[in-house]
């Protein structure tokens, strides 16, 4: 069986990316096909991504901070962990809530689903293969949403004990002896689910530093407060060999903390990034380019090269993240409906939901640096800060950069536990290109983690009064 | 990730993203636009004002 | 003995007020003297206010977090609670460590402290009697932060069962059946920490809702969730005598919702409100002026009616908050400095860190309403958030309230977890003037409980795609 369809808009994959773009164009009157491989809409991120793991990292969070309490005087026994259950609520009430849901959005806004595995034919044709039959979707205009792939590493074998972060989702085990391949976000939040649910997890990362991305002074304090929650973590390293024996994995290291000879896991977790999917769709057929690794460039309007087929999301480029995906996404549907619009933010903000959080957005300090930019680093250390006293999380820090010049805030960073949840603030402070003295003049409310972000402002200012004032009028006598 | 950055650091406008898109809606630089706010901070009404006196400055934007 | 001291300016109480304003006024280069009846600087907010409550609802967290963790499959068994452990962690290392704190930094910035009970007894100067003798303060600037005190009830009898806000956090044990008279902040922190340690709590409140200052469909969403925590919720009632038993307090209620006859209680928390202690300064020896109520007027630069003296904190007005006192602090140091300063904020945060948490910043809807404002409102049910979702806590929402005309956001609401550490944002978009596309504009990080912010951003814009958009254009076919 072959079907044709025409539309004004179709959008190749249902991640966040494709559903967002594809909903905008409907709501702004336009004919719209979504074409998606896999049953279950929401790609990536809803799937196999985002999703689950804050589920998993909320099991993990309360399993720590139970355990955290018996210093306190709340002292909880063992937790039975009901590995099945834990899967089911995490498949059906979470995952399947949100899946169910953008599909029943996708209905209400007679977007046309269309499920199968699509290819460009032509700069105006997809064809979509289906096990039932093919169909073919004539567009006026096509974003492409495809997002991308687990990268695996050659010289890895295949074997079942060696997984990607869709393998460590499914949680089908909680291992003895674990690697985690990878020091990035990824490979962290999968870490630390594993070993609060009881594994004895290592973590191998080829840089110098855990999350490279993120400031060093913001990553050492996550580095320290999790030394006791890892068996090792082996910086400047890299796993050069993996040996699959029947009784256990055996890894080779080289590098500046590889341990001596072979050393044995029960389970490996390669999280090592992520490559683009822009190879597999076909594109050359309707004349998009495509570049050597996978990524498709776009203008602000998130055009290719071709005017009227558009791409966003993982597939045009770093960072790799949700959100991004779902603002690139307003932005193509905006101009395809005949809007002014480009994707144009100052700053998208990254978080690691590990424990503690480490959370940046804007200019970090090392880019500044790069850079060559004239800033001034502002931090509030939580060890004064009463709220993460009151909980018996002092490790944090909140770091604001400033412009010296102007007083303007750049970017900053937050670790500690919600850090996260902070960034709202921080984000929406360098879009409105607000100074120093704005943060600092802002109420912020007593006792919170966020008035830490007024703190580091006053830091800035010469205003503070929480903290040691190293602005303070010097006294004369 | 890098065009972003420089943006942040090197474009001298003070516009919030409302005004930002403003702008583009109007075809206006924004750059050109005369902030009236404090340390030239650009407001819509600056970047509405200075589009409609535009016929008589510039003909062609873009 | 008696010691005269000659000081530029003098602060009477060391409450958030009092102690920023002193730490300011030496940073600015002034000689400062503190006057503090307790040995333990920071006030109630530090001692027995702000902090030793949240270290007590960070206790309660986690007990219920870990019991609504079984329905995902992690079990824990009943907790052991060790009061005395828990106090011992509250006493020490949260109030003692913060006013430690603030005493060294008082010591280090070289404020004088003086302990004892403050008087003015001109407008030139105060005298503090202490049990060691009497010391004199001249002063050419004073500053009265002298704060609040609980409010008592007449007719409830003097009772070791009968309790407020400071014999609650002493936390002595954890009655069977407790009533908490005024449902408001403090009262239901109270109510939320000793349910979750096992009491059976009751609360009655006067006003038709909990928490009579926020929206009611916010504070509805509250309600609703906590019917499960507490034994009953007697709204619109009123405790009309309390009978004090050896068997237990036996209370009449009156009103809507009254049972009928005495209810017994093992324990009661009168948590009805605090009064200013503008009269406990003998001010009119200074020629202040104080209020019936016992407030001192101030104006925008916190000076009362004699100009070098100034107040500020609780003693000078609503909102009694620690957040409030501080920013008036420093604006009080500033003018005394010579600098230009005035208390002039947009908005003013409140929080009730229950659970899950009630936050609001800026115009409430019902206020709107009141002053007549040309309004619209945007929700952002948490039922359609994934972080939400991931964290099995989608009763909350986030609501913001935006200038119908000129799209300008006036104020925002949150109810669920983690609420308050997100007002930062709103407040921060308040003061600078944001639109709700500066909002929705600014990236959020998915996924976060923070990014129902930008969401009901794109709500109020007509640009949202992870709910039905109400804007949406109407299509023709
Ligand atoms: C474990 C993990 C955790 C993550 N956590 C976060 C996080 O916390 N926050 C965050 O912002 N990001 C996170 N990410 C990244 C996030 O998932 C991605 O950035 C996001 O999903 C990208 O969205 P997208 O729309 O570009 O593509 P994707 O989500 O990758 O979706 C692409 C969709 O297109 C479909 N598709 C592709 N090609 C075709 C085709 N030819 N025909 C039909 N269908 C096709 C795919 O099946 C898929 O459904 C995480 C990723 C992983 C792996
Ligand atoms: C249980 C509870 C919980 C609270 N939670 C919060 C919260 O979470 N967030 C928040 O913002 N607010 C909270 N508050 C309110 C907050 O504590 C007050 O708003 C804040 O402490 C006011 O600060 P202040 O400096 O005005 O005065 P206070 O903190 O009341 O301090 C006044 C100080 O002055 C001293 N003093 C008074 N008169 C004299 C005198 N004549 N001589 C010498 N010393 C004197 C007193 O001993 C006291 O130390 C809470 C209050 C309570 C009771």
Redesign the interface.
Same mark, same amino acid.
Request: hydrophobic share 35%; aromatic share 0%; charged share 40%.
């Given at each position: 069986m072959s079907n044709e369809i025409k539309t004004q808009v179709v959008v190749l994959g249902s991640g966040p990316g494709g559903y967002s773009a594809a909903f905008r164009a409907a709501d702004l009157g336009l004919d719209v096909v979504l074409v998606e491989k896999y049953s279950s809409l929401g790609g990536v991120c809803l799937n196999v991504g985002c999703i689950p793991s804050k589920a998993l990292l909320h099991v993990a969070k309360v399993i720590d901070d139970a355990k955290d309490m018996a210093a306190h005087g709340v002292t909880f026994g063992q937790p039975e962990i009901d590995l099945e259950k834990i899967r089911q609520w995490k498949d059906k009430d979470v995952v399947g809530k949100l899946t169910q849901g953008v599909g029943g959005m996708a209905k209400m806004r007679k977007v046309k689903v269309v499920n199968g595995y699509g290819k460009f034919t032509s700069d105006k044709t997809i064809e979509v293969e289906n096990a039932d039959g093919n169909t073919t979707v004539t567009f006026d205009n096509a974003i492409i949403a495809c997002g991308s792939s687990v990268v695996n590493l050659p010289f890895i074998p295949e074997d079942d004990r060696i997984i990607d972060s869709t393998g460590a989702l499914e949680l089908k085990d909680v291992p003895g002896e674990m690697l985690v391949l990878g020091g990035g976000i990824i490979g962290l939040e999968m870490g630390t689910v594993y070993s609060s649910l009881g594994a004895k997890v290592s973590v191998v990362e080829f840089a110098d530093q855990l999350v490279p991305a993120a400031d060093a002074d913001v990553v050492k304090i996550y580095t320290k407060y999790n030394k006791p929650r890892f068996e090792s973590i082996m910086l400047s390293t890299k796993v050069v060999a993996v040996d699959a024996k029947d009784d256990g994995l055996y890894v080779t290291f080289e590098g500046k903390n590889a341990p001596e000879g072979q050393v044995r896991y029960d389970k490996i977790l390669v999280a090592v990034g992520r490559k683009p999917n822009g190879h597999l769709v076909a594109a050359d057929k309707a004349g998009v380019n495509v570049d050597e690794r996978g990524f498709i460039n776009v203008s602000k309007e998130m055009r290719t090269n071709v005017p009227h087929i558009f791409a966003i999301g993982d597939v045009v480029g770093q960072p790799m993240l949700a959100h991004k995906a779902v603002h690139e996404a307003h932005v193509a549907a905006e101009v395809i409906s005949g809007k002014k619009h480009e994707f144009d933010p100052r700053c998208i903000p990254s978080i690691a939901y590990t424990d503690p959080e480490i959370a940046w957005v804007g200019v970090t300090e090392s880019e500044a640096k790069e850079q060559g930019l004239n800033i001034e680093v502002a931090n509030f250390p939580w060890s004064a800060s009463g709220r993460a006293i009151a909980s018996a999380r002092t490790e944090g820090k909140t770091k604001l950069i400033f412009d010296k010049e102007s007083g303007r805030i750049l970017g900053g960073a937050i670790v500690g536990i919600n850090a996260g949840e902070m960034l709202g603030e921080i984000g929406l402070a360098v879009e409105m290109g607000a100074d120093g003295e704005d943060i600092g003049l802002t109420i912020h409310a007593h006792p919170t983690l966020n008035e830490s972000i007024g703190l580091a402002a006053e830091v800035f200012e010469g205003s503070i009064t929480d903290l040691p004032n190293a602005k303070a009028v010097k006294k004369k006598k | %990730?890098n065009k972003?950055?420089?943006?942040?650091?090197n474009?001298k406008v003070?516009?919030?993203?409302?005004v930002?898109?403003v702008a583009? %809606?109007l075809?206006v630089n924004i750059h050109e636009v005369p902030g009236s706010g404090k340390?030239g901070?650009v407001y819509k009404e600056d970047v509405i004002s200075f589009n409609n006196n535009k016929g008589q400055v510039a003909t062609s934007v873009i």
């Open positions: - | %990730e972003v950055v420089a943006k942040t650091v474009g003070l516009a919030s993203p409302a930002r898109r583009r %809606e075809n340390k901070r």
